[in-house]
């Protein structure tokens, strides 16, 4: 596990949409991933966004040149996909070390697949983590929002959110308690319903626990993403803390900060609308 590389595609919802690029790309879904059920919906945003979302690991599998025939989607039992490459031409062992795990996650303008590849059983143990930094609904304090989100936090973690720094950083640091639990949810299977505040960040200390026992062996890489977003007639910056979390069955967890354009390069690709729009065509070949 620890030689299976960590790959993220990012898609910024950067403009709107038109009704002719909702079309095309829905067809791309209906036809090449059928077992996703998505509403046909062009006004609705956040059909698009899941749209977009699933094309994803139509992208992926394109780049490294695998046509759409030669790969199949497969899921486990709670709810983790991975995809199995046709065999033809891989020697057992190669096929074996051949499975792509990967997870989906997206908020506000800002879409994302984790992945990474290896034997199935340790491939799936992949989450990713999206959040915007931004209060909700727009324009509430963010004494407010902290409040609203402490049902999810643990009593440690609530006082971690001290306002003496001030409201910038304390809705960061919340944001980033939010996406690394969402990573370690996701990447463990755990349906929507899981109760969040049986997971503990401690940042300073770079440690984590569930239900009071230490979460060993797993890799928090914790990252920014800023975006300029148009929306109407006017351009805007959005900011996001993101998260991905890959089980590596170390004897300890590690919290890999990624603060810099650099550290990012070698194992996040931005995108954006009108990048993926231009390989539309190929992603059913």
């Known amino acids: 596990m620890a030689d299976c590389p960590l790959l993220v595609w990012m898609l910024s919802m950067n403009r709107e949409y038109t009704l002719e ?25 956040d059909s698009f966004r899941q749209v977009m979302t699933h094309m994803l690991p139509l992208l992926m599998m394109r780049h490294r040149r695998i046509p759409r025939a030669k790969w199949r989607d497969c899921v486990t039992q709670n709810g983790k996909h991975w995809i199995e490459q046709s065999p033809d031409e891989m020697s057992p062992e190669k096929f074996l070390q051949s499975m792509i795990g990967y997870h989906l996650a997206y908020d506000a303008s800002l879409c994302g697949m984790a992945m990474t590849q290896g034997t199935q059983r340790h491939v799936v143990n992949i989450g990713l983590g999206i959040k915007i930094v931004a209060v909700d609904p727009r324009g509430v304090s963010v004494p407010a929002y902290v409040e609203s989100m402490a049902h999810k936090l643990t009593a ?9 720094s001030g409201d910038e950083v304390a809705l960061r640091r919340l944001c980033i308690l939010l996406s690394l639990k969402a990573a370690y949810i996701k990447a463990i299977g755990q349906p929507d319903g899981f109760d969040w505040a049986r997971l503990e960040f401690d940042i300073a200390q770079r440690a984590a626990s569930g239900d009071g ?61 009108d990048q993926m729009l ?8």
């Open 156 to 164: 440690k973690e609530l006082a971690s959110l001290s306002l003496e």
């Open 213 to 273: 026992h230490p979460l060993l062996g797993w890799e928090f890489r914790i990252f920014r993403a800023n975006l300029g977003v148009a929306r109407k007639d006017q351009l805007r910056e959005e900011h996001y803390q993101c998260v991905c979390a890959f089980f590596r069955g170390t004897k300890e967890s590690t919290f890999v900060w990624h603060e810099s354009i650099a550290d990012l390069e070698n194992w996040v690709q931005f995108i954006n609308i």
């Open 278 to 285: 231009r390989v539309v065509p190929k992603l059913m070949a």
């Open 21 to 45: 690029e909702y079309d095309a790309c829905y067809k791309i879904i209906a036809e090449c991933v059928p077992h996703v059920q998505i509403a046909h919906d062009p006004q609705n945003a």
